[in-house]
């Protein structure tokens, strides 16, 4: 069964440091670009990073670049989240979740197929 | 960056009648790069269209999706009482991912 598991989360206060986990299960994690996407309590979700298969190629949003950092170790089928200075506006579900990128002639197509259940991030003192 | 805009925020509909939810972007977007998600409380997001217009592996073909530029839907052809859920959509664009602020389906 294809499954991401994410683990790490907990309480940390305003300007701490908070490392996540996702472990991946059931495909070959070192073929699959990956993404990290979170969702602050009631509202929608919003990208946050992506790394490619390899590891060579990251984004971040601007709202956590500079501060937070992905990574990944195919060796583990695992994937991370450094997040550093963290602040309120980070209070957050995180999730980790696969990243399709399909060539079906004459496109690519790019989509999230598979999500993990998330780990809760709360930043308050 | 492309803002995808929603609407309506919330739709109120009884079992069995047709849902339609509109995507709209602030510029145009490819359409390979365009998917919904339906996500229940508690859940993680699921994915259900991707190329705006294809169904994921064992999603029902009362969901379909359509559209392409600027301007994208999502119709459930007839609510099943699972269908209520907040649904999003999703665009890729210049080394980054946005979504848009959700739709809820609800009950009506």
């Known amino acids: 069964e294809v499954q991401l598991v994410e683990s790490g989360g907990g309480l940390v206060q305003p300007g701490g440091s908070l490392r996540l986990s996702c472990a991946a299960s059931?495909?070959?994690?070192?073929?699959?670009?990956m993404n990290w996407v979170r969702q602050a309590p009631g509202k929608g979700l919003e990208w946050v990073s992506y790394?490619?298969?390899?590891?060579?190629?990251?984004y971040y949003a601007d709202s956590v670049k500079g501060r937070f950092t992905i990574s990944r170790d195919n060796a583990k089928n695992s994937l991370y989240l450094q997040m550093n200075s963290l602040r309120a506006e980070d209070t957050a579900v995180y999730y980790c979740a696969r990243e399709i990128r399909q060539w079906l002639v004459p496109y690519y197509y790019y989509y999230m197929d598979v999500w993990g259940k998330g780990t809760t991030v709360t930043v308050s003192s | 960056e492309i803002v995808l805009t929603q609407s309506p925020g919330t739709l109120s509909l009884s079992p069995g009648e047709r849902a339609t939810l509109s995507c709209r972007a602030s510029q145009s977007v490819s359409s390979s790069y365009l998917a919904w998600y339906q996500q229940k409380p508690g859940q993680a997001p699921r994915l259900l269209i991707y190329?705006?217009?294809s169904r994921a592996t064992g999603i029902p073909d009362r969901f379909s999706g359509s559209g392409s530029g600027t301007d994208f839907t999502l119709t459930i052809s007839r609510l099943e009482p699972e269908d209520f859920a907040v649904y999003y959509c999703q665009q890729y664009g210049s080394s980054s991912w946005t979504f848009g602020q959700g739709t809820k389906v609800e009950i009506k």
């Open positions: 059931g495909f070959t994690f070192s073929s699959y670009e």
């Open positions: 790394i490619s298969s390899s590891g060579s190629t990251i």
């Open positions: 190329g705006a217009s």
